[in-house]
């Protein structure tokens, strides 16, 4: 089965300055990886995914994330933060089906809650 | 309205009383799903859809029922509930991909079991 580590429950950066969240998978196969966000009081927003080629891929809001093979880790990063990204961000990983079933199923993180101070 | 919506958003409801969460999904994808979101822990996936048949039941506990009538709708019948139950409900939804199926979330509805 497929797990999800979100290390950092919390994290505080300034406006402006770079992010990087941390997310490490455990998958027996090629993973699809997901970097989901969540605003107070709404649902997940997909952010960007990574289902195989190009390892840095680029998602919305000036997001880009690294699939690492070797430390199985895809972390998400922000070149300058905005006081809009704050938010909790979820790092999922998919599982490949058996028996030819079509439905995705994603098991998740326990979120990054990001603060971002003026 | 478009992507998925959840209504209703709030709901506060005694341990007897039964109620139901409703969903519906203007992207017309082929896959539905219900997720518990519980403080302080991750996303648990409740129940699957694909194609209007149940294909996932990650042992939930019967006094959550869902109902899957078409491709667009898929409802949470909730009775008898403990106030653990309590915690934010996501329906989502997905196109025909196999395990890399991104899924779209509607907003949630904020279950309260006094």
């Known amino acids: 089965a497929q797990s999800v580590t979100q290390p950092d429950i919390h994290i505080t950066v300034s406006e402006g300055a770079s992010l990087e969240l941390r997310c490490n998978y455990s998958?027996?196969?090629?993973?699809?990886l997901f970097w989901y966000v969540q605003s107070p009081g709404q649902g997940l927003q997909l952010l960007l995914k990574?289902?195989?080629?190009?390892?840095l891929v680029q998602g919305i809001k000036g997001f880009e994330a690294e699939f690492k093979r070797s430390q199985s880790s895809f972390n998400l990063r922000k070149p300058s933060v905005h006081w809009s990204d704050a938010a909790e961000y979820f790092c999922?990983?998919?599982?490949?089906?058996?028996?030819?079933?079509?439905?995705?199923?994603?098991?998740f993180g326990q979120g990054t809650i990001l603060t971002v101070h003026p | 309205e478009t992507g998925v919506t959840q209504t209703p958003r709030h709901l506060v409801m005694g341990m007897t009383n039964k109620k139901s969460l409703k969903c519906e999904q203007h992207?017309?994808?082929?896959?539905m799903y219900w997720y518990k979101q519980s403080a302080k822990k991750p996303l648990e996936l409740m129940f699957v859809?694909?194609?209007?048949?149940?294909?996932e039941n990650n042992s939930v506990p019967s006094r959550f029922s869902p109902e899957c009538p078409n491709s667009s709708h898929l409802f949470l019948h909730l009775h008898t509930l403990q106030p653990e139950d309590s915690a934010l409900y996501l329906c989502?939804?997905?196109?025909?991909?196999?395990?890399?199926?991104?899924?779209?979330f509607g907003p949630g509805t904020r279950l309260t079991v006094l």
């Open positions: 989502a939804s997905s196109q025909d991909g196999g395990g890399g199926a991104p899924l779209f």
């Open positions: 998958y027996g196969a090629t993973p699809y």
């Open positions: 990574y289902f195989s080629g190009d390892t």
């Open positions: 999922a990983v998919g599982a490949s089906n058996a028996g030819g079933t079509s439905y995705g199923k994603l098991t």
């Open positions: 992207l017309g994808h082929n896959a």
């Open positions: 859809y694909s194609l209007e048949e149940r294909v």
